[in-house]
């Protein structure tokens, strides 16, 4: 069973932080050997403890010479650093025995730098989410590098380079945390074998290679998975967390729109998955085999409307590649 980003996220992050607390344990553990070693080393410790209250005590003794106060007591504190060392190196340790020894010196293994993800994690997160997006198998194939636009004629290859650099740019400044990220979203027009599912992958690879969360699932499954839980059909927690996913995951891919059920709740279901998204600002990728004039009449106008003001829209040409390398 493919476990659920929120689950892979949990499962990470509690990873890390069994990590940084078996590295203190760790630490500890050779502090308080190295203290019965040397019993120089527990007094030293012992006073470079009261560091924090002696400075907190001369601010509070008034601003009369503070600054003089303040720098006699860290001058204290750096003598018995140095003192410190050399017991330490003398007796063949090394200077940081008894400090932690993290995997990671950028985030201490918590995983953030400041209140940003660390690149580690980033990268444990794009390896689960590889795994878990919904395209994992083409994702390993398609990128921008390999979207070759000979493959188009010459009359279609402008415009197929100019959807290309949309998408790379859509792809690079990917950021919902940054406001000057722009936020709307890609919508992918024309017919099949066109290069849709190539540069659709393509983005999801560069996107989750950034760190952030990506979902790819047809319309169907995605109008489906909504219609069950309106209906309390939804059995398990996993099938309730993958209806939340689909609202709170960075990028949302939907593919095949127009080939859903249309029934009474399916305008409703889109019409709510586009508005929430973009009020929280996470951006979609929508991809559909319909033609321009056949998406604007098949929904209705907030639809529509919906659609114009969060998209930009980009209408694939050419033949279909498929049937072509079929029929090679």
């Known amino acids: 069973m493919i476990p659920s980003s929120r689950q892979a996220a949990r499962k ?6 069994r990590r940084r607390e078996q590295a203190e ?15 120089e080393l527990k007094d030293i410790d012992a006073a470079l ?6 400075l907190m005590r001369e601010a509070m003794d008034g601003p009369e010479r503070i600054e003089r106060r ?9 003598q018995l650093q140095a003192i410190r060392r050399e017991l330490l190196t003398s007796r063949g340790y090394p200077p940081d025995a008894t400090e932690p020894h993290y995997l990671c010196a950028k985030c201490d293994d918590t995983g953030y730098v400041g209140i940003r993800l660390c690149d580690c994690i980033r990268a444990e997160l794009a390896r689960e ?25 010459a009359a279609d290859r402008a415009a197929m380079e100019s ?3 949309a998408a790379q740019d859509f792809a690079s400044a990917f950021d919902p945390i940054d406001d000057t990220h ?7 027009i024309g017919p099949p074998g066109t290069g849709k599912t190539h540069l659709s992958t393509a983005v999801a690879k560069t996107v989750i290679d950034r760190g952030f969360w990506v979902i790819y699932d047809t319309a169907q499954n995605i109008f489906t998975q909504f219609e069950r839980e309106r209906f309390g059909r939804l059995k398990t927690d996993e099938e309730q967390e993958r209806t939340r996913d689909y609202m709170a995951c960075d990028l949302l891919m939907i593919d095949d729109l127009g080939t859903e059920y249309s029934g009474n709740m399916t305008p409703l279901i889109l019409y709510n998955l586009l508005n ?11 991809s559909t085999n319909l033609s321009t004039k056949e998406v604007l009449s098949k929904y209705d106008d907030r639809i529509k409307s919906r659609i114009l003001g969060e998209f930009d829209m980009c209408s694939f040409r050419g033949r279909d590649m498929r049937v072509e390398e079929y029929s090679r």
């Open 12 to 17: 990470i992050f509690e990873a890390y932080r």
């Open 25 to 39: 344990a760790d630490a500890e553990a050779r502090r308080e050997r190295l203290h019965a070693q040397i019993p």
């Open 49 to 54: 403890a009261q560091t924090g209250l002696k």
């Open 70 to 78: 303040i720098a006699a007591v860290r001058a204290e504190n750096e």
């Open 129 to 153: 989410n590889y795994y878990e997006s919904g395209i994992g198998s083409l994702l390993q194939d398609q990128d921008f590098d390999n979207f070759d636009l000979n493959r188009y004629s």
């Open 163 to 165: 959807i290309k650099r």
């Open 182 to 188: 722009p936020r709307r979203g890609l919508f992918f």
């Open 276 to 286: 929430t998204r973009a009020m929280y600002a996470r951006p979609i990728l929508i």
